[in-house]
């Protein structure tokens, strides 16, 4: 089974300053898909960006980028201009090619302060 | 779009009590999930429906919980009987097949269940 790493289990941001949350993960797929969600107080998970093992190019999301690197299998998440709203619990999570389900990581507790 | 529909948002229960918990997913959405998320860890998936079928209960502790998805809408994941260690929030997500790891999963806001 594919097992993914987050390895902070909280981080602090000043507001309009820039955060990297980590993560790595254990697979011997070549295809497979990766996932940041967003969990607030509320629990109601949200997708905040998405990325494709075969393509070599980071995804972008507004203020929310990723940096892929399939060979180190680590998929970090780069937040700038971070905002109050944006303190909640980020999940990272790893979808194989061959099925649905997600397998997350422990989450990272992101605190924003003003 | 109404979005995934979950009740209770809270249930606090004796162990050894029954539970069931109800999910109405998107409208449309083939693929329903059930995660179990233990406090300060990441959602673990229960089970996994295809419209009426099962594609995965491994993680599923079939001694004591039963789910099922009655023509292939909503769903009832029940607990009988409950233990302490079944306290957790218990999210419902719902996809369409569509590009089948690429599809975007919809959460609901789960239920917290309390067993005391």
């Known amino acids: 089974a594919q097992t993914v790493t987050q390895s902070q289990p909280e981080m602090s941001v000043q507001e309009a300053e820039t955060v990297t949350l980590s993560c790595t993960y254990d697979?011997?797929?070549?295809?497979?898909?990766l996932f940041w969600y967003k969990q607030p107080p509320s629990r109601q998970m949200i997708l905040v960006i998405r990325?494709?093992?075969?393509?070599?190019q980071n995804a972008t999301e507004n203020r929310f980028s990723v940096n892929f690197q399939k060979a180190a299998k680590s998929f970090s998440l780069k937040i700038s201009d971070s905002q109050l709203g944006d303190a909640a619990m980020y999940f990272c999570?790893?979808?194989?090619?061959?099925?649905?389900?997600?397998?997350f990581g422990k989450g990272t507790s992101l605190l924003v302060t003003p | 779009e109404a979005g995934v529909a979950q009740s209770p948002r809270y249930k606090i229960i004796e162990k050894r009590q029954s539970v069931a918990f109800w999910c109405n997913p998107i409208s449309g959405h083939a693929t329903l999930y059930w995660y179990q998320q233990i406090l300060g860890q990441g959602p673990k998936l229960l089970i996994q429906f295809q419209n009426n079928g099962v594609v995965d209960d491994s993680q599923l502790p079939k001694d004591r919980f039963s789910a099922e998805r009655l023509k292939g809408v909503d769903s009832t994941l029940k607990i009988q009987p409950a233990k302490l260690e079944d306290s957790a929030v218990y999210l419902c997500a719902s996809s369409t097949p569509g590009t089948k790891g690429y599809t975007e999963a919809f959460f609901g806001q789960g239920t917290r269940l309390t067993v005391v």
């Open positions: 697979t011997s797929e070549s295809d497979y898909y």
């Open positions: 990325q494709e093992a075969y393509k070599q």
């Open positions: 999570a790893y979808r194989s090619d061959a099925g649905y389900a997600l397998n």
